[in-house]
């Protein structure tokens, strides 16, 4: 199979896996299986979605440069445009659980902090969405880029609604956080470094702490709950897996399997040489 086909076939499974979540959601919906309050259920699992893979959109260039596959970057936009489609159909839910009233939609939006965060997080989706083409990437040249450097205020913006949403559980916003922290500061490490399995050890270290103090610091702030606690939850064995955990195995995995790719290379490339020669 040629390359061209190969990455044809790659894009069509990442559309096909994006439709998933909401294939799912549809059909849990008909066989009446989305517990007492399906809106408020269908409003949290699309929330949820768009939250995932708008981190995925981001992690598309760590893994890129990682794993050395420029073409990755071609999912770049399928990805961006399903966070998009989710984001979409969760207003589009509120607006239904509203009974379709914009006026109550537009008060609730302005009297209600986390709904103003959460609809200034969706504006800039449909922006990011509109000018994603090739012809508004040729139209704006240069302030493309500019432009879609918004994405970074989206995700931060995303995150304080998922917080906010959240209200006495805020594990999945706290994992989703950290997971933003280490593609953050990998982003910021120097381009001749952040590669390095050492320095990948050192984040998978970082962001967990970082995940802990962020998680402590909302806990504080907002229930009264005192900042050791939460540290002391996340060091019990017995209450694996906690936030920092599941960040913890997402970024040993990422170094792992960095190393693993590059001491494969250096092994393969020796070989084929040697192949090269004798034929």
Known sequence: MSPVSRLSLIKLAVVILALLPAAELALRWQMGRMGARPTTEALLWTGDWAVAFLLITLAITPARALFDWPAMATLRRRLGLAAAGYALLHVGLYVYDQKWNL??????????????????????????????????????????????????????????????????????????????????????????????????????????????????????GHKGVPPLRIVEASLDPLLIPRPAHIVLIAALAVATLVFATTHWRRWAMPRRSHIQVKS
């Open 103 to 220: 006026v109550v939609v537009a008060l609730e939006i302005l009297k209600r902090f986390y709904l103003t965060i959460g609809f200034a997080a969706v504006l800039i989706f449909v922006v990011l969405s509109i000018t994603s083409t090739d012809g508004w990437q040729r139209k704006l040249r240069r302030n493309w880029k500019r432009l879609h450097y918004l994405v970074y205020p989206l995700a931060v913006l995303a995150l304080l609604h998922f917080f906010l949403q959240s209200k006495a559980n805020v594990s999945d916003a706290a994992m989703a956080t950290g997971l933003f922290l280490w593609l953050m500061l990998w982003r910021l490490l120097p381009r001749d470094i952040r590669n390095r399995p050492p320095v990948l050890v050192g984040l998978a270290i970082a962001t967990p702490i970082l995940t802990v103090i962020v998680e402590a610091l909302w806990y504080w």
